[in-house]
């Protein structure tokens, strides 16, 4: 039954693929790019409707009258009047402009802010991904060991019939393996737990291996890809935009309007028809004032780019040193590994022939176990900084 679980749990792991493939889909699951598509579409119905209104403003004024006047030669004393006029307000100059920068503008922070979800997105499904290569390989390991030291233990029972070791020392042995397998059924839980999960973001995907072990690119191409400094930049320039867009609420704006006045006025000498232009200049000194506060907020977003270059040189330097250090570690570690492996070939032969008591024995065991762990994390944390680095450095996790 214990085998069975472990088989399950490390299926994934045999069943090779691909981290961009894993995260592709993810993205596509997560509908991401929909999302965007549907707001950019958004967005650009706005700015034609801001285009088709500066040239296209019309408003229609009708009116009816009737007046009652004496002396008039008409038997009820009355007239009617009637009035229609056809305005369009015309923005000849530019004026509102800014609204068609601003909603530009709005799109690209708005694929910036994408970008970030995306590569939040990228980095915690690979930190998921390698975790979970983590777990299955020390699964493995405590497995592989589990079944060498149940050969072990039936090689004891048969040193207890022939009463060349105690009954209380095979039970040690055998509460040693019980705890040993008590840890194994609690990783391969954990392991599937971990599955289960990132299953949930690609269904139809194999959990990946992380296989990269280089750094493909330099420094200044990770720091090139840098969406969170995007955003402030494009943000200032919005807040710039909108201020010169309420500086320039002095610009006039042309009225062209035609009107046709039908009266039934016995004095008048017939109907009127009028064409009319006129200029509309609006002269509000509290624009000028919220003009000044944006260009401000502007200056102060600006202020923050150095901020989070920055962040982003840290960024980089926290994923290159721990890239650097499980690399180093890796090097010390596989060295002394074959040592403790021979220590553990031979403290087996020793123990069996009893020149050793289980307390070294079982401390040569663990010795040899947590070199091989540590070597496990170091792999884990060298494929996972080098796969981040060279992600984000490519640009492929953007597009």
Known sequence: MLKTIIFISLFGVAAFADMTSFYKTALKNLAYDKSYTLYEKANQTSQSAVSYSKYANFSVDAAYSKTYAKLLPTAPGSFNTSDIALHDTLDLFGKNNYK????RLDTKAKKSRLNLKKEQLFIALTNM????NKTAAELKIHQELYDQQQKIYKKLEALVQNGDITELEILRFKNTLTTLQTKIISKAQELAKMKAQLQLYAPNENIPTLIQTQLIYAKKDFLAHNPKA?????DAQKLLTESKG?????IPTLD??????KLDDPTAYGDNHSFGIALHMPLNGGDFKEAEALKVASLSKQTQRTEYKLQRQNEYIRHYQAYVNAKKQLIVLQKAVGDFEKSEATIQKAYLKQYVDFNTYL???KQALDVKNQIIAMKAEEY????I???????????
Request: aromatic share 10%; proline share 0%.
């Open 246 to 250: 309420l500086n320039n609420t002095y």
């Open 384 to 387: 996972l900084q080098a796969t």
């Open 389 to 399: 680095i060279n992600a984000v450095a490519s640009g492929k996790i953007y597009e």
């Open 230 to 234: 995007r955003m402030n930049e494009l």
């Open 363 to 365: 401390q040569v065991l």
């Open 256 to 261: 062209v309007g035609v009107a046709y006045q």
């Open 129 to 132: 991904v390698a975790l979970y």
């Open 100 to 103: 068609i920068q601003t909603l």
